[in-house]
T-cell receptor, first 117, second 112 residues
Framework: GAVVSQHPSRVICKSGTSVKIECRSL??????MFWYRQFPKQSLMLMAT?????????EQGVEKDKFLINHASLTLSTLTVTSAHPEDSSFYIC?????????????FGSGTQLSVL | EDKVVQSPLSLVVHEGDTVTLNCSYE??????LLWYKQEKKAPTFLFML????IEKKSGRLSSILDKKELSSILNITATQTGDSAIYLC????????????FGTGTRLKVLA
């Protein structure tokens, strides 16, 4: 399956700063990537669908100006949390969609734990 | 509103026990249901189910889909402490897109 690398794994920042999270598909050309947010002991909440070469599609309630997504190549999508506040503290995780060989699977990065002070 | 519900929310068993985890979905234009295991950070893929009544099996884990009941179960036999994890199921609600809605997960703890 696809190998997905997410960086950084953990980041602590001050309120008001911006944080960029990278999601790389190492062995697979990913047209579509997804960004999720996960609060402690809760499930994965889809934030947006990242499409290579076009604008991301955001889920209802997710501010696109707050969470900037760029998918400039088939191997890299980035999520930038702009002007981060303590309520943005969460676990962010990306996934790559593999629809090859008639399958449909999501492969996940290892996630980024964001703490905003 | 599309939704996926899992039960139980948490479960504590002893090694050797058999467990059954449930996943119910209400989605428009159902296409597939996925099961994942999340131990620390990245969920790892277990099964993809599209057809009703066909069991998928991998070692001690198996899963089956019931489209009539809009549900799926994940069975784990002879549980081991290494099975302790959060088990997530996800369903695709919309044809033409590949976005998945995840359930709340079942937190399984297997005691030695």
């Amino acid at each position: 399956g696809a190998v997905v690398s997410q960086h950084p794994s953990r980041v602590i920042c001050k309120s008001g700063t911006s944080v960029k999270i990278e999601c790389r598909s190492l062995d697979f050309q990913a047209t579509t990537m997804f960004w999720y947010r996960q609060f402690p002991k809760q499930s994965l909440m889809l934030m947006a669908t990242s499409n290579e070469g076009s604008k991301a599609t955001y889920e209802q309630g997710v501010e696109k100006d707050k969470f900037l997504i760029n998918h400039a190549s088939l191997t890299l999508s980035t999520l930038t949390v702009t002007s981060a506040h303590p309520e943005d503290s969460s676990f962010y995780i990306c996934s790559v969609l593999d629809t090859s060989r008639g399958n449909e699977k999501l492969f996940f990065g290892s996630g980024t734990q964001l703490s905003v002070l | 509103e599309d939704k996926v519900v899992q039960s139980p929310l948490s479960l504590v068993v002893h090694e050797g026990d058999t467990v059954t985890l449930n996943c119910s979905y209400e989605v428009t234009n159902f296409r597939s249901l996925l099961w994942y295991k999340q131990e620390k950070k990245a969920p790892t893929f277990l099964f993809m189910l599209t057809s009703s009544g066909i069991e998928k099996k991998s070692g001690r884990l198996s899963s089956i889909l019931d489209k009539k009941e809009l549900s799926s179960i994940l069975n784990i036999t002879a549980t081991q402490t290494g099975d302790s994890a959060i088990y997530l199921c996800a369903s695709s609600p919309t044809s033409g897109t590949y976005k998945y809605i995840f359930g709340t997960g079942t937190r399984l703890k297997v005691l030695a």
